[in-house]
């Protein structure tokens, strides 16, 4: 559970944050009908998860049986800044849920590790999203953090982070390894966004 003092002052970064990137949005974002969409049958598999427990790392939550953890050697052809950062692939759909971690602490400070959050959902989708919304979450187990839906032919339309705001921060995305196309990924990424949310809510920390 969070300290009160570092609740508040994650729940003020968070109101500065929203409102300076709603802004950035809407005036970049053109308005954009609803309009019915058409899909290809997909069998789904049923679901059911089981529990990433690593020794080693300082999290652990729940994935999906039909998919599978590996541990994330580049990022972006760089190496990742620690040995935590993993990715979950769903080769059935061609899916990835990419997990980065930091511990908070010198030039990893709260600040700027939130400030990053907001950065890399809104500065990088700007021009290709219709649309970004973002809502304070606070898990069954008491994490909070900020999750990130985007509308649009955007390469992830969801993106989250959760902190105590004292020791760790974990980012997560979404990816298709497809070209970006919200029609055609929509009742796929329905699906694993579940699976997503089921992560989050069953995340904990290694004290």
Same mark, same amino acid.
């Given at each position: 559970?969070?300290?009160?003092?570092?609740?508040?002052? *994650?729940?003020?970064?968070?109101?500065?944050?929203?409102? !300076?990137?709603?802004?950035?949005?809407?005036?970049?974002?053109?308005?954009?009908?609803?309009?019915?969409?058409? &899909?290809?049958? =997909?069998?789904?598999?049923?679901?059911? &998860?089981? *529990?990433?427990?690593?020794?080693? &790392?300082?999290?652990?939550?729940?994935?999906?049986?039909?998919?599978?953890?590996?541990?994330?050697?580049?990022?972006?052809?760089?190496?990742?800044?620690?040995? %935590?950062?993993?990715? =979950?692939?769903?080769?059935?759909?061609?899916?990835?849920?990419? =997990?980065?971690?930091?511990?908070?602490?010198?030039?990893?400070?709260?600040?700027? *590790?939130?400030?990053?959050?907001?950065?890399?959902?809104?500065?990088?989708?700007?021009?290709?999203?219709?649309?970004?919304?973002?809502?304070?979450?606070?898990?069954?187990?008491?994490?909070?953090? =900020?999750?990130?839906?985007?509308?649009?032919?955007?390469?992830?339309?969801?993106?989250?982070?959760?902190?105590? !705001?004292?020791?760790?921060?974990?980012?997560?995305?979404? &990816?298709?390894?497809?070209?970006?196309?919200?029609?055609?990924?929509?009742?796929?990424?329905?699906?694993?966004?579940?699976?997503?949310?089921?992560?989050?809510?069953? *995340?904990? %920390?290694?004290?």
């Amino acid at each position: 559970m969070f300290k009160k003092k570092n609740s508040n002052r *994650l729940a003020v970064i968070i109101l500065i944050l929203m409102s !300076s990137c709603q802004l950035m949005v809407s005036c970049n974002s053109p308005y954009s009908a609803g309009k019915k969409k058409g &899909y290809f049958h =997909i069998d789904f598999p049923e679901k059911k &998860y089981k *529990l990433f427990d690593q020794a080693d &790392y300082p999290y652990t939550f729940e994935y999906p049986v039909y998919a599978n953890v590996i541990k994330d050697t580049s990022f972006f052809e760089d190496k990742p800044e620690n040995p %935590w950062w993993i990715n =979950i692939d769903v080769p059935q759909f061609a899916g990835r849920i990419h =997990i980065s971690y930091k511990q908070i602490g010198g030039r990893n400070n709260f600040d700027s *590790l939130v400030r990053d959050g907001f950065k890399m959902a809104y500065k990088q989708h700007v021009d290709v999203s219709t649309g970004i919304n973002d809502s304070l979450m606070q898990t069954p187990n008491g994490i909070e953090g =900020i999750y990130f839906s985007l509308g649009g032919n955007t390469a992830t339309a969801n993106q989250f982070f959760l902190t105590d !705001s004292t020791k760790h921060f974990l980012r997560g995305a979404l &990816y298709f390894d497809a070209a970006p196309n919200a029609d055609s990924l929509g009742i796929v990424n329905d699906f694993l966004k579940q699976d997503l949310k089921h992560l989050i809510n069953t *995340l904990q %920390w290694r004290k």
